[in-house]
């Protein structure tokens, strides 16, 4: 087992090295090291104060129908999770299932399709399919299928409805 230690003088880096987390002990220096992040959702601070603020609300509309449909499991189950959920945002700036409440952290409409590789690409592409024969009911099948689990969730309290705005594409 290894642990990395960084020395700074500053601002800057001065050292890199692998050290044995129990003894101490520097195994070897390290001329450069390269982190990962545990998550690549990264949202400045406003934006994720403003997403948890819908979060509640649609929370509050949501509980309130699951109440008054006699769904209290149901309801006791959606309000634990999410304001688990709220309190790992507001503490660290992301949560298991961060995707769910993309539509919010994005500052989508209700039913907006998700940003996607094609925004990013330029108005006059050319897009080609291969296989389109067999890729193209594939996406279809891939969105009434995603469709319909999160419904499922939805009902059983297991997630907002908003989480059917995070989905694959479809040709419309």
Known sequence: LEALRVELCDDEVESLSAFDP??????RKL?????YPKSHYVTPRETLLEAVDQIKAE???RLDYL???NKLVEAQRL?????FDLEMILELGYCNGIENY???LSGRAPGEPPPTLYDYLPANSLLVIDESHVSVPQVGAMFKGDRSRKETLGEYGFRLP????NRPL???
């Open 22 to 27: 129990l003894t101490g002990e520097v195994i």
């Open 31 to 35: 001329p450069r090291f390269t982190f």
């Open 59 to 61: 929370l509050k509309e």
């Open 67 to 69: 109440r008054n449909n």
């Open 79 to 83: 309000e634990q999770r999410t304001r």
């Open 102 to 104: 993309s539509r919010y």
């Open 162 to 165: 908003s989480a059917l705005d």
């Open 170 to 172: 479809r040709f419309e």
